[in-house]
């Protein structure tokens, strides 16, 4: 079982650190997309968190279900409005088994690389293909490693600077385990800084589509946004479509 992060304090403040997610030119194209791969089918998302995507899709009239590893992130989707016709379980999405098929498996914002081995991704693969229906779609939304941002002699790249906030990746293996963490660190209201951070697995475009080929699924599409702009070599994110043969 992968280690619950989101607890306390972190799953009551999360959407405000996240806060951007929910602008409506971020999180617009995402529902929309999502609502058409699903097409009428029922929807299973990984770590649906806080229910930052599955209460908007719930709203259009589709079946969600969710999985997530946090009990107190659950706590805080269950009290918002339009939750309660979202089914929500707690557990591990890369084992937990929930009943009948899917017409889409989602799973957003970098949450692959919360499982923090290759074994943990595949696992999660193998898990979205037994909940999928024949033809069904898996997708994921993931970083691109910015790998290529690393000065010379340096292991961190900063995501983010502002007089309050500043992030960091700092990446701790660079080679077979792929492993980050993110640092960050806020201002508190005495003006002192204090830091948090967690550990993820960083993972290539390439890689997910032989993860994807171990679980019995073959690329579809694999776009740079939720709007489907073009992949590219100079994209900083990949939506990729899976398909269950």
Wanted: hydrophobic fraction near 40%; charged fraction near 20%; proline fraction near 6%.
């Amino acid at each position: 079982m992968p280690e619950n992060r989101f607890v306390g304090e972190i799953a009551r403040t999360y959407d405000r650190g996240v806060a951007g997610m929910f602008a409506p030119e971020i999180l617009g194209p995402t529902v929309d997309c999502l609502e058409d791969l699903a097409g009428n089918g029922p929807i299973l998302e990984f770590a649906i968190g806080t229910g930052r995507v599955a209460i908007p899709l719930a709203a259009r009239g589709l079946e969600i279900t969710g999985i997530e590893l946090s009990a107190d992130m659950l706590t805080e989707l269950r009290a918002k409005p339009g939750a309660d016709s979202i089914t929500a379980v707690e557990g591990d999405m890369a084992t937990t088994r929930i009943p009948g098929d899917f017409s889409l498996v989602y799973l957003v914002f970098n949450t692959i690389t919360n499982l923090t081995s290759q074994d943990e991704q595949v696992a999660c693969f193998e898990n979205a293909a037994r909940h999928l229906r024949p033809g069904g779609r898996f997708v994921v939304e993931n970083g691109i490693p910015k790998l290529r941002q690393l000065p010379t002699g340096s292991m961190a790249t900063p995501f983010a600077v502002s007089d309050n906030y500043v992030g960091i990746d700092e990446y701790t293996d660079l080679t077979h385990r792929q492993l980050f963490r993110s640092r960050h660190f806020s201002r508190h209201a005495d003006g002192r800084f204090g830091e948090t951070g967690s550990p993820f697995r960083y993972v290539w475009p390439s890689e997910l589509d032989l993860m994807a080929r171990i679980a019995g699924m073959t690329l579809e599409h694999r776009w740079s946004g939720w709007d489907r702009s073009p992949f590219t070599g100079e994209s900083d994110a990949a939506i990729s479509v899976w398909q269950r043969g």
